[in-house]
């Protein structure tokens, strides 16, 4: 074989190579990645339960970093299952969604041992373009397990962006849509307030929509949507790390990361369930000029 003819081979067993060396780290990556998240999803569990729910950010933020080089394998397996590179300041935003994710997770398992009783409850969805803007007049009595609570819990009409349904492109992002909401649990709390659970069938990230699936669906089990707020008996609302604020439903700070945001407002019989497209809620609608699906209990 003449020098030239291995000189021609040369690029051809480099990229045989390289592919099999990736397909190799990729394997053993994928295998380890769940170990390695489990040390992070422990040490934000022992956050979360030591504090009793009453951490900082920052805290949480000490720990993602703590964790960082476990997370960016993670982040690794993603890229090489697509053979798609993410920019760094992509994948920063990536791992604050790995962050939010867990302490959601964690919250919610908190928030579970707190349960007096729990109902799920059968979610309608109204065709009727009639009834578009339109209250329902109806009130869900319920009763608690404590006879110290005594509570009438009115019904909340939940209204989600068509576009989060139906799919459709805004100020350049696309979103493939179905991510309609598909059932509802409503929990009493020792203190009395109600927990909404809303459990939605996907999620859209504008630009990274596979790799976020990929982390609720490699690590929750799922790739629902998964968001809570709590009625207090104040008639408050808390939102808990998803209050939309006034952030319209293609939001995504510096082109990267979803909506958060910690809040208690005031109770409405109506709540935007996906003024963003990452459901960041709100008793107000931030997107006046998209069409609205409307959905009840019954």
């Known amino acids: 074989m003449t020098n030239k003819k291995l000189l021609l081979l040369i690029p051809i067993i480099f990229t045989i190579s390289l592919t099999l060396g990736l397909y190799q780290y990729q394997s053993t990556t994928a295998n380890n990645s769940t170990e390695l998240h489990s040390s992070f999803r422990e040490d934000i569990r022992e ?37 798609q590179r ?19 997770h964690q919250n919610r398992l908190l928030t579970k041992t707190m349960y007096l009783d729990s109902t799920e409850e059968q979610v309608l969805e109204s065709n009727d373009p009639e009834l578009f803007g339109q209250f329902f007049q109806s009130v869900y009595a319920r009763s608690s397990n404590n006879n110290s609570c005594d509570i009438q819990s009115k019904i909340i009409l939940f209204r989600q962006s068509k576009i989060d349904i139906d799919g459709g492109t805004l100020n350049d992002y696309k979103f493939e ?29 504008p630009k990274w929509d596979s790799k976020y699936d990929s982390v609720r669906g490699d690590h929750y089990g799922r790739i629902q949507d998964i968001e809570t707020f709590i009625v207090k008996q104040n ?26 945001a910690y809040h208690t407002g005031d109770f409405d019989r109506v709540m935007y369930v996906a003024n963003t497209w990452n459901h960041a809620m709100d008793t107000e609608n931030t997107n006046p000029d998209l069409r609205q699906k409307l959905f009840r209990f019954r």
């Not at 993410?86 to 959601?104: A, S, T």
């Not at 409503?186 to 996907?202: A, G, I, M, P, Q």
Request: hydrophobic share 35%; charged share 35%; aromatic share 10%.
């Open 47 to 83: 956050l979360v339960f030591s504090s009793n729910g009453d951490y900082t950010w920052e805290e949480a933020v000490a720990i993602m970093h703590l964790h960082e080089d476990e997370l960016r394998e993670i982040i690794l397996v993603l890229e090489l299952e697509d053979n």
């Open 86 to 104: 993410m920019p760094e300041k992509d994948k920063q935003g990536l791992l604050d969604y790995m962050l939010h994710e867990e302490l959601k």
């Open 177 to 205: 849509g179905d991510n309609k909401l598909i059932s509802v649990d409503r929990n009493t709390l020792k203190n009395c307030s109600v927990e909404y659970t809303l459990t939605f069938k996907d999620e859209d990230h």
């Open 235 to 260: 008639d408050k609302v808390q939102y808990d790390d998803i209050w939309s604020d006034d952030k319209s439903y293609d939001y995504l700070l510096f082109g990267i990361f979803g909506q958060h």
